[in-house]
């Protein structure tokens, strides 16, 4: 693999550094998402809502919880946290 340039460098470090604000950003946009969506819809959402709070360092029992409770309410209480956090 080709050495990376001083601007692809840095591209990539600020990708990283920012990483934890677009993982929150988007884990909103799948609360509100999980309100609107029903059937399998819901089921593929929940899939991407646990990848996310994986990525985020959410402890294993927390997003078991909140993935059971099937309610888009605690959701957003736990993602009211970790805006807190940040």
Known sequence: MAELTKYQ???VKNYYDNLDTALLQRLGEQVTDL???EGKKREKVWTS???SLTKLGVPQKRI???RQSDDARKLATL????????
């Open 79 to 86: 993602l009211q946290e970790l805006l807190a956090k940040d």
């Open 64 to 66: 078991d919880t909140v």
């Open 9 to 11: 460098r840095s591209i």
């Open 35 to 37: 309100y609107l969506a």
């Open 49 to 51: 809502v646990v990848g």
